[in-house]
């Protein structure tokens, strides 16, 4: 009886998962899996601590901005033009296009250069071989069916907590290090935080989780502008489906920083200048495998994320300029919305050939997320709750709370770097 009881709850938790964890992997793109790397190999395991302190910041937010998707039937573009003056939805629109763009090309850069360490081929060959298969399919093939690959790719993530055992870590001095909190006294501390905020809490991810909000009730068969509301149920499903992703996304960050401190920083291999750099470091530090699995994440967990970043953007644009969207039309039917996507892949492709270091490039795109975050935070806070937008469905005062929380934390470090 207990047994049968058990297999409907974990069948629930996995019909659950979807939109949440999706986004939750795609944040763990190799944008941030550089900054983390940065941040292990610069400043050792001083900043394990940001891992579970990102977490419930995290998940407040994603959790605001699905509720918005659920509740009214739009994607956070939309709904930020309730309450914002058009001109300055498009000002964020196109800087989200923009620092996309810049991402999507350094995603690249991280992609080929992994690939390359695995087979000896150019990387300039795999990163316009990667930026042509993704285009096609994100062009090819509808919502439920890139939703599913991308479901299955969350699972390359957990190559980096193997990683992170191979090296054999001393789990009592981790768990000090852990949960030791100090108040940065550098710039480069300070930087460095903006830049983990920036990649964790990351505004391409806001305008992702409410569009997909809205692609799973319309595959669904759902009319979603219809809708005024969201059941209990719905919310509790997402509420799981979100904590489990934003999960994932901080467990990787921390084995993340934690393998390079105890590898690279350790024989003060500090100065990291791309993704290969890193994992070729890795090799004769923590062995073969260790370094496989490091370059395999990256370009599995780049297939998740470059769809994702090139959608936000288009989603955002087609909000903005009331154009037809979604993953689940053919290219006739939303011209506009899939030539965003085109052109910001396409320029992703072009600017690898400009030799920009795509370290650093991931890096600085992280410092800037999280320098306007913060100010697109406040947007969403005034959205997510009015009542009458919500349709008398608000984001409850815990989750105002912690939103509101973050967007003080991520003010204050975005300070603290600029005034050292």
């Known amino acids: 009886m207990e047994d049968g009881k058990k297999a409907p709850i974990l069948k629930r938790f996995l019909s659950a998962l979807g939109p949440g964890v999706i986004t939750g992997a795609a944040d763990d793109d190799p944008s941030g899996i550089a900054t983390y790397s ?57 800087a989200l296009l923009i620092a996309n763009t810049i991402n999507i090309a350094a995603d690249l850069a991280g992609m080929a250069d992994a690939a390359e360490l695995l087979s000896g081929i150019s990387s300039y060959f795999y990163v316009i071989f990667f930026g042509i298969c993704i285009s096609y399919a994100v062009v090819k093939f509808r919502y439920h069916q890139i939703a599913s690959v991308l479901k299955w790719l969350a699972l390359s993530l957990f190559a980096y907590v193997i990683a992170a055992f191979i090296i054999h ?37 806001f305008f992702w989780q409410a569009a997909q909000e809205v692609e ?147 890096f600085w795109t992280a410092v800037i997320n999280g320098l306007l975050a913060p100010f697109l935070l406040i947007g969403i806070l005034l959205v997510a709750r009015d009542r009458r937008i919500m349709h008398g469905h608000p984001s409850t005062k815990l989750n105002q709370g912690v939103v509101a929380i973050t967007t003080l934390f991520m003010f204050m470090a975005a300070i603290g770097m600029v005034a050292l």
């Open 216 to 362: 799973e009730e319309k595959a669904m068969g759902r009319r979603m502008r219809a809708r005024k509301g969201v059941t209990k149920v719905e919310l509790i499903d997402r509420m799981m489906d979100v904590g489990t992703g934003t999960f994932l996304s901080n467990i990787v960050m921390f084995f993340i920083i934690l393998t390079t401190a105890l590898t690279l920083n350790k024989n003060g291999l500090t100065n990291i200048t791309s993704a290969k750099e890193a994992a070729e470091a890795l090799r004769p530090l923590a062995g073969n495998l260790a370094m496989l699995l490091y370059t395999v994440g990256i370009v599995a967990v780049g297939l998740l994320a470059i769809p994702t970043l090139a959608g936000s953007a288009a989603y955002a644009l087609a909000e903005t300029f009331n154009w037809s969207q979604g993953l689940d039309k053919k290219l006739r039917q939303a011209g506009a919305f899939y030539t965003v996507i085109l052109l910001s892949v396409l320029c992703g492709i072009a600017l690898n050939f400009l030799h920009i270091n795509p370290v650093q490039a991931l």
């Open 169 to 205: 870590p001393d789990w009592s001095m981790v768990a000090r290090r852990t949960f030791s909190i100090s108040i940065p006294k550098s710039k480069e501390t300070w930087e460095t935080i903006v830049a983990i905020l920036g990649t964790t809490i990351s505004p391409y991810l």
């Open 38 to 94: 940065i941040a292990g190999a610069q400043i050792g395991t001083s900043l394990l601590w940001m891992s579970w302190l990102t977490w419930p910041l995290m998940a407040a937010v994603q959790m605001m901005c699905a509720r918005i998707g659920m509740v009214t039937g739009q994607g956070l573009a939309s709904a930020l033009g309730k309450k914002l003056p058009k001109s300055l939805l498009v000002v964020f629109s196109f």
